[in-house]
């Protein structure tokens, strides 16, 4: 009975949002904080769904869910959407439009119709995610959640086999994972699941293949999630009328995000050896990166609190995502003695803000291969610290 966890980490973006949209380069990295799967097959052809973190639980007898006529061998490359397969699946899933648990079970089986082969349907599987990740602040939940989850149907249904690369393995996963997100999101880019599929730093511009970031070096920060909801549309398009307003103003600001991320590839291409120095240029970058965000107007208040906080204890901090509120990063030089970082966390846990702990720069998309049932139950009540401790499998 094939029984398989996967993970997949969320993302930050350190430099650059905003400008991206408008062909600049931007950088972003994999987060510490991960999804993790079980999947695992039946053999009463029903699939089991469980989806603790948008509070869903569902079961559908698998012959009834609509499917695709799918590949002989490898599923590569996926079509292009097909929004005919999407409405049937948002009338069966029958859970509303646009609500978190809908479209996480939507994409689920979008996924699910075209890569399940007919003997994994005729059984009927398992199939739990669940996240260290707050959904929806901008952290990559849904870019983690569609690797956990490409990842999870690829390797039930022997895709990713040995024969392949490793390389080609991350490219199923990716481009698979994509699809979810374009279910989830419209009209990604595609960083986010590209960085939560390589795992560790790229650097990127739209339209443009994404390059891992020649030398990065693991960095330690501080997430503060504000909890105040955004929206990242909103956002984007009040960048988008200062442009028009005043191009000549907003033009060269955009050009300077665009330099801060080259500078930003420059100092770990040729500061490798000296960690002290990059981690200190690393914070001026924050400060002016921050500083040109807030006069573009994607700061807010409680951006502007987590960044008084963080530089009274001589951190340096940067909203990161879209802004407006969402989540805030603070660099952690190593070189910061762990009072001062529990100061920190305090002082913003004080604010009422959810204060995360990451390691950025780790592995992506992995699976364990497991040699035994494992119940759902077990599952979702294991900590991340012990399933961390099971031998898992990169692909790297
Ligand atoms: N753990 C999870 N379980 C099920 N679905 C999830 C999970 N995490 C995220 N999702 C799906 O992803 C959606 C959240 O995507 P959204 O883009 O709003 O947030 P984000 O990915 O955290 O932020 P961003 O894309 O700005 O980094 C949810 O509505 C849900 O459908
Ligand atoms: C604000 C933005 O640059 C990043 C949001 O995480 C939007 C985008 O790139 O689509």
Same mark, same amino acid.
């Given at each position: 009975?094939? +029984?398989?966890?996967?993970?997949?980490?969320?993302?930050?973006? @350190?430099?650059?949002?905003?400008? &991206?949209?408008?062909?600049?380069?931007?950088?972003?990295? #994999?987060?510490?904080?991960?999804?993790? %799967?079980?999947?695992? +097959?039946?053999?009463?052809?029903?699939?089991?769904?469980?989806? *603790?973190?948008?509070?869903?639980?569902?079961?559908?007898?698998?012959?009834?869910?609509?499917?695709?006529?799918?590949?002989?061998?490898?599923?590569?490359?996926?079509?292009?959407?097909? &929004?005919?397969? @999407?409405?049937?699946?948002?009338?069966?899933?029958?859970?509303?439009?646009?609500?978190?648990? #809908?479209?996480?079970? !939507?994409?689920?089986?979008?996924?699910?119709?075209?890569?399940?082969?007919?003997?994994? %349907?005729?059984?009927?599987?398992?199939?739990?995610?669940?996240?260290?990740?707050?959904?929806?602040?901008?952290?990559?939940?849904?870019?983690?959640?569609?690797?956990?989850?490409?990842?999870?149907?690829?390797?039930?249904?022997?895709?990713?086999?040995?024969? @392949?690369?490793?390389?080609?393995?991350?490219?199923?996963?990716?481009?698979?994972?994509?699809?979810?997100?374009?279910?989830?999101?419209?009209?990604?880019?595609?960083?986010?699941?590209?960085?939560?599929?390589?795992?560790?730093?790229?650097?990127?511009?739209?339209?443009?293949?994404?390059?891992?970031? *020649?030398?990065?070096? #693991?960095?330690?920060?501080?997430?503060?999630?504000?909890?105040?909801?955004?929206?990242?549309?909103?956002? &984007?398009?009040?960048?988008?009328?200062?442009?028009? /307003?005043?191009?000549? &103003?907003?033009?060269?600001?955009?050009?300077?995000?665009?330099?801060?991320?080259?500078?930003?590839?420059?100092?770990?291409?040729?500061?490798?050896?000296?960690?002290?120095?990059?981690?200190?240029?690393?914070?001026?970058?924050?400060?002016?990166?921050?500083?040109?965000?807030?006069?573009?107007?994607?700061?807010?208040?409680?951006?502007?609190?987590?960044?008084? !906080?963080?530089?009274?204890?001589?951190? /340096? +901090? /940067?909203?990161?995502?879209?802004?407006?509120?969402?989540? %805030?990063?603070?660099?952690?030089?190593?070189?910061?003695?762990?009072?001062?970082?529990?100061?920190?966390?305090?002082?913003?846990?004080?604010?009422?803000?959810?204060?995360?702990?990451?390691?950025?720069?780790?592995?992506?998309?992995?699976?364990?291969?497991?040699?035994?049932?494992?119940?759902?139950?077990?599952?979702?009540?294991?900590?991340?610290?012990?399933?961390?401790?099971?031998?898992?499998?990169?692909?790297?």
């Amino acid at each position: 009975m094939p +029984s398989y966890f996967t993970s997949a980490p969320g993302k930050v973006i @350190l430099f650059g949002e905003h400008a &991206v949209v408008y062909g600049k380069l931007a950088t972003a990295g #994999s987060l510490g904080l991960r999804s993790y %799967a079980l999947v695992q +097959s039946r053999t009463d052809g029903a699939l089991e769904v469980n989806l *603790p973190d948008v509070q869903l639980v569902r079961s559908w007898k698998s012959a009834d869910i609509p499917r695709q006529a799918r590949w002989e061998g490898y599923p590569y490359p996926p079509p292009a959407m097909n &929004v005919e397969l @999407l409405d049937q699946l948002t009338k069966f899933v029958d859970l509303g439009t646009q609500t978190n648990r #809908s479209v996480a079970a !939507i994409a689920l089986l979008y996924l699910h119709s075209y890569l399940t082969s007919d003997d994994i %349907a005729n059984q009927g599987y398992d199939l739990s995610v669940r996240s260290d990740l707050p959904v929806g602040a901008g952290l990559g939940s849904s870019a983690s959640y569609s690797v956990c989850l490409a990842t999870a149907l690829l390797k039930l249904n022997g895709h990713l086999s040995e024969s @392949l690369s490793a390389a080609d393995q991350r490219d199923l996963v990716n481009q698979w994972a994509f699809q979810a997100e374009k279910v989830i999101h419209g009209n990604p880019s595609g960083i986010d699941n590209t960085v939560s599929t390589l795992g560790g730093a790229v650097i990127f511009k739209k339209g443009e293949k994404i390059e891992p970031l *020649p030398g990065f070096q #693991s960095l330690k920060f501080i997430l503060t999630n504000t909890r105040v909801p955004r929206e990242t549309q909103v956002l &984007v398009a009040n960048v988008r009328k200062l442009r028009e /307003k005043f191009p000549s &103003v907003v033009n060269p600001m955009l050009d300077s995000i665009n330099e801060i991320s080259i500078s930003c590839k420059q100092l770990f291409a040729q500061n490798g050896e000296d960690r002290a120095h990059l981690l200190s240029r690393f914070g001026d970058l924050v400060d002016v990166n921050h500083g040109m965000l807030a006069a573009l107007g994607v700061s807010h208040p409680t951006l502007e609190k987590v960044r008084e !906080i963080s530089s009274k204890l001589g951190l /340096k +901090s /940067k909203l990161t995502g879209a802004g407006g509120g969402g989540c %805030a990063l603070t660099l952690v030089r190593d070189d910061m003695d762990e009072k001062t970082v529990e100061e920190l966390k305090t002082k913003l846990g004080e604010q009422g803000f959810e204060v995360l702990e990451a390691q950025v720069g780790g592995p992506g998309a992995g699976f364990v291969t497991l040699d035994s049932v494992t119940s759902i139950a077990e599952f979702l009540s294991r900590g991340t610290a012990d399933l961390e401790t099971q031998t898992w499998t990169y692909f790297v």
